[in-house]
C-alpha cells in the first residue's frame, strides 16, 4: 500500500498486453477499473482480474466496475443477470418505502455475488444524485428517487447490500450532479444555486452517507462555493463541503479525468485534483499515451491517501452473508414481475 501510486487506471481490452503490464509494475496503480471493452466470458474476466492484480503484486488490489443497473451496466446478457436503474427502485412500492428498501438491497446483494465471482471487489454504486426536473438527463433514471430522503434511504441500502456481499460501495457524485444542466462528459455544467438549496437537497444524501468507504467527486462548478474551479479540482468544495460540513472523511477519487469537463493536459488535472484533496485519481479508457501523461502529475498516495486506503480495505468483507442465488433472484424478480428475468 505506501508504495501504491495515487491512481487507478483502466486497461484497453479483454487481457493485458506486455506494454500495460510492464507499465503496470512499473507505476503501480492503487486499483484498476474495468469497462464493457474488458468484458467477454466469466472466465475472462477473471483470468483479466488476476493479472491486474499480479502486475502490482496485491491480491486484493481494488478492481472497480459501474455495475448500476439500467443504462449503466458493465456486465449484461448472456452471462450475467439484469438489474433495474435506480429510479426502478424508487418506484417500487409508493406506499411501503420497506419494501423498496429490502428489494435494493437485495439487487445489490446479486450484483455483489457476480461482482465477487469475477475477482471485482468495488461497484461504483449509489448514485446520490437527487435530480432536479430541469437538470440533464445524465442522471436521469440513475437516482432512486426525487427527494433527498428517498436518495438516501435506497442509496443507503444498496450500499448495505454490496457491504454484505464483499464489494466496496462508492457513493456518487459527490456532492452532487443532479441539479447539473450539462453533461459533464461532454462539458463542464456549472450550477448557479444558492449554499442554502444546495445543502438541503443535493448534498444531504452526501452527509447521510457520509460514513461509506469511498466517494467520487462530481466535475461540477458550484458558484456558491468555488465560481472558478469544479469540486474535483477547487480545495473550497473539498475542504469546506465535502470534508468540511457533510463530514466524508473516506477515500475521495476524482470522477474520470479524460472526461471534457476538465481543462488542461493530464498531467495538469492529476496534479490538481490531488493537490485540492483527492486522495486518488481516476483514468478509466485505457489509453497507453494517456495514463502516461496522467502519471507525470501523480505521486505516491499521501500520508493519508494511505490511511484512508489501508481504512477502506478493511472494510471489505471476507465471508459473504449467506445467499441463496436462486431464491434471491426469484425474489427480486418478483417484486418486478419479471421485468429484468432472464
Known amino acids: 500500500m505506501s508504495t501504491s501510486s495515487a491512481a487507478i487506471l483502466g486497461c484497453a481490452g479483454t487481457v493485458l498486453s506486455a506494454e500495460e503490464a510492464a507499465f503496470f509494475r512499473d507505476v503501480r496503480p492503487w486499483g484498476f477499473i474495468l469497462f464493457k471493452r474488458n ?38 446478457a448472456p452471462h450475467w443477470g439484469k438489474y433495474p436503474p435506480g429510479r426502478a427502485y424508487g418506484e417500487l412500492v409508493a406506499n411501503d418505502p420497506l419494501v423498496a428498501r429490502e428489494i435494493t438491497r437485495l439487487g445489490a446483494r446479486l450484483i455483489a455475488h ?3 465471482s469475477l475477482g471485482i ?37 444498496a450500499a448495505e447490500g454490496l457491504l454484505a456481499g ?6 456518487k457524485h459527490i456532492p452532487g450532479h443532479g441539479r447539473a444542466m450539462s453533461d459533464s462528459h461532454l462539458e463542464l455544467p456549472v450550477v448557479k444555486a444558492k449554499l442554502a438549496e444546495l445543502d438541503a437537497r443535493d448534498f444531504a444524501p452526501f452527509r447521510v452517507l457520509s460514513d461509506m468507504p469511498m466517494a467520487m467527486t462530481a466535475h461540477v462548478v458550484y458558484t456558491a462555493i468555488d465560481r472558478r474551479r469544479p469540486a474535483t479540482t477547487s480545495k473550497k468544495a ?11 472523511d473516506g477515500l475521495l ?28 485519481v481516476l483514468h478509466c479508457n485505457g489509453d497507453m499515451a494517456e495514463m502516461k501523461a496522467v ?12 490511511r484512508r486506503a489501508q481504512a477502506v480495505m478493511g472494510r471489505l468483507v471476507r465471508v ?19 421485468r429484468y428475468a432472464g
Open 39 to 76: 468484458i467477454d466470458t466469466p472466465d475472462q474476466v477473471r483470468k483479466l482480474t488476476s493479472a491486474l492484480r499480479e502486475t502490482i503484486g496485491r491480491p486484493d488490489a481494488p478492481i472497480l466496475i459501474d455495475q448500476e443497473g439500467g443504462r449503466v451496466a458493465r456486465l449484461g
Open 238 to 248: 473539498i475542504k469546506q463541503v465535502i470534508r468540511g460540513s457533510l463530514g466524508f
Open 166 to 171: 464483499g464489494v466496496l460501495p462508492i457513493i
Open 114 to 116: 457476480d461482482l465477487t
Open 320 to 338: 459473504p452473508e449467506p445467499l441463496d442465488v436462486a431464491e434471491a433472484r426469484a425474489r427480486f424478480d418478483a417484486a418486478f414481475d419479471g
Open 121 to 157: 471487489n468495488v461497484d461504483c454504486v449509489p448514485v446520490l444524485d437527487v435530480p432536479d426536473p430541469k437538470g440533464h438527463e445524465i442522471i436521469g433514471d440513475r437516482a432512486y428517487g426525487d427527494t433527498p430522503e428517498q436518495v438516501a434511504t435506497l442509496g443507503r441500502a
Open 253 to 280: 477519487m476524482s470522477d474520470d479525468l479524460s472526461m471534457k469537463a476538465l481543462s488542461g493536459d493530464f498531467k495538469q488535472r492529476a496534479k490538481d485534483s490531488l493537490s485540492a484533496g483527492c486522495d486518488v
Open 295 to 306: 502519471m507525470t502529475g501523480v505521486g505516491k498516495l499521501s500520508k493519508e491517501g494511505r
